[in-house]
């Protein structure tokens, strides 16, 4: 079963730039995260996707960030203009369910470094 | 915010010997899970354990739960070089819209 692919694996930009990070989760999985994972700290979630649909982006910086999962199917988040403090591992997720017993699949991730 | 706080940050120890981690939380859980990821990669799933649980067993790896002072803690028996990386627990909560917080994870190092 092949795993969620991420692209690019690495991204350098300057800030005020913008970027975008594609996902392809694992087939059949309804649910999809996307995850911030900075140096030294444990992932904090973005955005969770069910099909096609946002359930929850409280915590995505809604003026700068931006994801959409066209079909069900793949995501892409772009961030647009990019700062600083945004530089970190996007990791992307997948789930068969998003209820509470559903394992979360993660990709290789996507380092971006902003200077 | 970050819920779980793992315990020790840096844990150094010989090949062969046992590692074990703890995990702290806040609120009120359906489960906890453990993660591990190695330098530059994502994610692994590595065990779960509900809310109703009071321990589980997955090859080398053994988890408790004490919900009651809402903690956890991770043994990995025999650990072997292959086991260094960084083990981060979550815990799931929610329903409808169910998430996982991560902690800051505690980074492990095998020495051969």
């Known amino acids: 079963e092949a795993g969620v692919a991420q692209s690019p694996r690495y991204k350098i930009i300057e800030k005020r730039q913008s970027v975008a990070f594609w996902c392809n989760p694992i087939s059949g999985h309804a649910t999809l995260y996307w995850y911030q994972q900075i140096l030294g700290q444990g992932p904090k979630l973005l955005i969770q996707?069910?099909?096609?649909?946002?359930?929850?982006d409280s915590q995505l910086p809604k003026d700068r960030f931006s994801a959409e999962r066209l079909k069900g199917v793949d995501s892409t988040l772009k961030i647009q203009p990019a700062k600083l403090e945004d530089s970190a591992v996007y990791l992307c997720?997948?789930?068969?369910?998003?209820?509470?017993?559903?394992?979360?699949?993660f990709g290789p991730g996507t380092r971006l470094l902003v200077l | 915010s970050q819920q779980g706080e793992e315990d020790p940050q840096a844990l150094s120890i010989q090949e062969g010997e046992n590692a074990t981690m703890n995990c702290s939380y806040k609120t009120s859980i359906n489960n906890l899970q453990w993660y591990r990821q190695n330098s530059g990669r994502g994610l692994v799933h590595l065990i779960l354990i509900r809310s109703n649980e009071r321990e589980k067993h997955s090859g080398r790896l053994r988890v408790t739960l004490d919900t009651s002072k809402k903690s956890s803690s991770l043994l990995i028996t025999a650990s072997r070089a292959a086991d260094t990386a960084s083990y981060f627990c979550?815990?799931?909560?929610?329903?409808?819209?169910?998430?996982?917080?991560f902690g800051k994870g505690t980074k492990l190092s095998v020495i051969p």
């Open positions: 997720a997948s789930s068969l369910e998003g209820g509470p017993m559903g394992t979360q699949y």
């Open positions: 996707f069910q099909n096609n649909g946002v359930v929850d």
């Open positions: 979550a815990t799931g909560s929610g329903a409808g819209s169910y998430q996982l917080t």
